[in-house]
């Protein structure tokens, strides 16, 4: 199947596209930081926020943009299907980060115990040898005793979660900034979408959507005669 995966960082304040692309990837987990560089490129930023959603979610992706000065908000998707099956996940554990244990909801600690790397990354691996007596466990756990994982750079995770509980409201401001460009074009496109084939000619089309997009908004936000006197500018 011929399928195309439209990229878009859009400006919070202005809704303007800054930065588009299109590939023929089928998931947007290795996608963030190309898109993140090409819009502080374009916007001219030293430091930037990025708010993106969980698809996109990727410790290495998150750490590469740490490093780039750019702060990243992406909810971490939920793949251990404990919570539907009624049992803790590792979000129930409190971190203490002055100790360097968890603490479990029955309120044992978990102490670090060893670190590995898996798949190029720094993991330290935590757990107690109470489980067994623990009236807890039937909810936490069918091994021997429960143990959680963190990444070396999970702070940085922690952060993002933190951000999204806050009084910002950071995931509202991406749906309704991000998803205002695709909507507005899509309704453009219609329902048979692109007119063209071929990776190439795609992007070349959804170029030019995307230029009569930032053309109107433009229009919308300065007026006719505001444009053409930024354009010879």
């Given at each position: ?82 919570r539907l099956k009624g049992m803790y996940e590792k979000a129930d554990f409190a971190y203490e980060a002055n100790a360097d244990i968890y603490r479990c909801l029955a309120g044992e600690a978990l102490p ?122």
């Amino acid at each position: 199947m011929v399928g195309y995966n439209v990229q878009t960082a859009v400006d919070t304040e202005t809704h303007l596209i800054v930065a588009h692309e299109v590939t023929n990837q089928g998931h947007d987990r290795d996608l963030l930081v190309p898109m993140v560089k090409a819009a502080k490129d374009a916007l001219r930023r030293d430091e930037m926020h990025v708010l993106a959603d969980k698809g996109y979610f990727s410790g290495r992706q998150i750490l590469a943009c740490h490093k780039a000065g750019i702060t990243t908000t992406i909810p971490r998707p939920e793949t251990s299907g404990n919570r539907l099956k009624g049992m803790y996940e590792k979000a129930d554990f409190a971190y203490e980060a002055n100790a360097d244990i968890y603490r479990c909801l029955a309120g044992e600690a978990l102490p670090y115990r060893y670190t590995t790397e898996e798949d190029g990354l720094e993991l330290r691996r935590y757990w107690t040898s109470e489980c067994g007596t623990c009236l807890m466990k039937s909810r936490c756990t069918t091994g021997k005793e429960r143990r959680i994982t963190r990444w070396a750079h999970e702070h940085l995770v922690e952060a993002a979660r933190a951000r999204l509980i806050g009084p910002t409201e950071p995931m509202t401001i991406r749906r309704r900034t991000v998803e205002h460009p695709f909507g507005t074009i899509k309704a453009w496109m219609g329902t048979s979408h692109f007119l063209t084939q071929r990776l190439r000619n795609v992007k070349t089309e959804i170029a030019l959507n995307v230029l009569a997009y930032n053309l109107k908004r433009m229009v919308a936000l300065i007026g006719v005669q505001g444009l053409m006197s930024a354009l010879k500018a």
